[in-house]
């Protein structure tokens, strides 16, 4: 299942919908929350959607098989994890890039980052570069800590294309320069196991404004995503809606104007603008 949030474009209200996106459009089974579990302080750690996910699933199906279509040019797209609990990213995970202490590694973004495709990255500080690093992103189904790599994929609910960005690294620390409002993009959807099978065997390309920057398959990947998720449980307990990107192969700067597009098969395209921000800072 292709499963994405959308708001309608003539919605004056804008509100967030669910949806399951196909090749013809996507079809909106928003009715389906209304069976998430009611929620009181505090409220449970993760994702509440998906960890219901699998409960979610047949009324899901039951609900698009008679719902309208709507094309995906009617909607903006948003990120199909609403609530990421942690941003775990991948660090010089490609065998060009040199992994700190020659071990597998991770950086961490603030949450608040999160984007889908019709939000775009929107730049805050122009005076300064901001870098594209295009990647696949593991999202958390089930809670887990120590997890086995033979048993890492259990506990995922989906896939989905991602762009990390990141402000390129002076004097910060790199938490920091990867948290910006808009810099960590999901989509276009999430698309679950059943449908992608052994990611190992995806593969990706990025391009700017037309241009093919690169494109590589994740086999390459120094670390699978089972040994990212296995390797992220080591160090903490992951919750449903936790979000591992897969670590880039090679960066590159973007300014305001750009389109950048990344694509992988079986999980879909986004075509994600860049802009400067209503906020951004004066040089």
Same mark, same amino acid.
Request: charged fraction near 20%; proline fraction near 8%; include cysteine.
């Given at each position: 299942?292709?499963i994405c949030r959308f708001t309608v474009?003539?919605?004056?209200?804008?509100r967030p919908r669910v949806g399951v996106?196909?090749?013809?459009?996507?079809?909106?089974?928003?009715?389906?929350?209304?069976?998430?579990?009611?929620?009181?302080?505090?409220?449970?750690?993760?994702?509440?959607?998906?960890?219901?996910?699998?409960?979610?699933?047949?009324?899901?199906?039951?609900?698009?098989?008679?719902?309208?279509?709507?094309?995906?040019?009617?909607?903006?797209?948003?990120?199909?994890?609403?609530?990421?609990?942690?941003?775990?990213?991948?660090?010089?995970?490609?065998?060009?890039?040199?992994?700190?202490? !020659?071990? @597998?590694?991770? %950086?961490?973004?603030?949450? =608040?980052? /999160?984007?889908?495709?019709?939000? +775009?990255?929107? &730049?805050?500080?122009?005076?300064?570069?901001?870098?594209?690093?295009?990647?696949?992103?593991?999202?958390?189904?089930?809670?887990?800590?120590?997890?086995?790599?033979?048993?890492?994929?259990?506990?995922?609910?989906?896939?989905?294309?991602?762009?990390?960005?990141?402000?390129?690294?002076?004097?910060?620390?790199?938490?920091?320069?990867?948290?910006?409002?808009?810099?960590?993009?999901?989509?276009?959807?999430?698309?679950?196991?059943?449908?992608?099978?052994?990611?190992?065997?995806?593969?990706?390309?990025?391009?700017?404004?037309?241009?093919?920057?690169?494109?590589?398959?994740?086999?390459?990947?120094? !670390?699978? @995503?089972?040994? %990212?998720?296995?390797?992220? =449980?080591? /160090?903490?307990?992951?919750?449903? +809606?936790?979000? &591992?990107?897969?670590?880039?192969?090679?960066?590159?700067?973007?300014?305001?104007?750009?389109?950048?597009?990344?694509?992988?098969?079986?999980?879909?395209?986004?075509?994600?603008?860049?802009?400067?921000?209503?906020?951004?800072?004066k040089a």
């Amino acid at each position: 299942m292709q499963i994405c949030r959308f708001t309608v474009n003539d919605d004056p209200q804008a509100r967030p919908r669910v949806g399951v996106m196909g090749p013809e459009g996507i079809r909106d089974v928003t009715e389906v929350t209304a069976e998430l579990p009611p929620q009181s302080w505090p409220a449970p750690r993760g994702d509440q959607f998906i960890a219901n996910l699998d409960r979610l699933r047949p009324r899901m199906e039951a609900l698009a098989a008679k719902a309208p279509v709507i094309p995906r040019s009617a909607v903006k797209l948003l990120s199909p994890v609403a609530n990421p609990g942690n941003f775990i990213c991948g660090v010089a995970n490609w065998p060009q890039m040199k992994a700190p202490l !020659g071990m @597998m590694g991770f %950086l961490f973004k603030m949450t =608040s980052a /999160v984007a889908g495709e019709g939000d +775009g990255v929107q &730049i805050r500080w122009p005076d300064r570069i901001t870098q594209h690093e295009a990647e696949m992103a593991v999202v958390i189904g089930r809670t887990c800590t120590n997890v086995s790599e033979a048993e890492a994929l259990d506990h995922v609910a989906g896939y989905c294309c991602a762009l990390d960005m990141t402000m390129k690294e002076e004097r910060e620390f790199f938490t920091f320069c990867k948290s910006f409002d808009t810099f960590g993009v999901l989509g276009p959807c999430l698309v679950t196991p059943d449908e992608v099978g052994d990611p190992t065997t995806l593969a990706y390309t990025f391009s700017v404004n037309g241009e093919l920057k690169h494109s590589r398959s994740f086999g390459e990947l120094t !670390g699978s @995503m089972a040994q %990212l998720v296995a390797f992220a =449980s080591t /160090v903490m307990t992951l919750s449903p +809606g936790d979000v &591992i990107f897969s670590g880039t192969s090679e960066v590159g700067p973007v300014v305001p104007g750009d389109v950048m597009t990344i694509e992988i098969p079986r999980l879909g395209r986004m075509d994600v603008a860049v802009s400067l921000s209503p906020n951004a800072r004066k040089a």
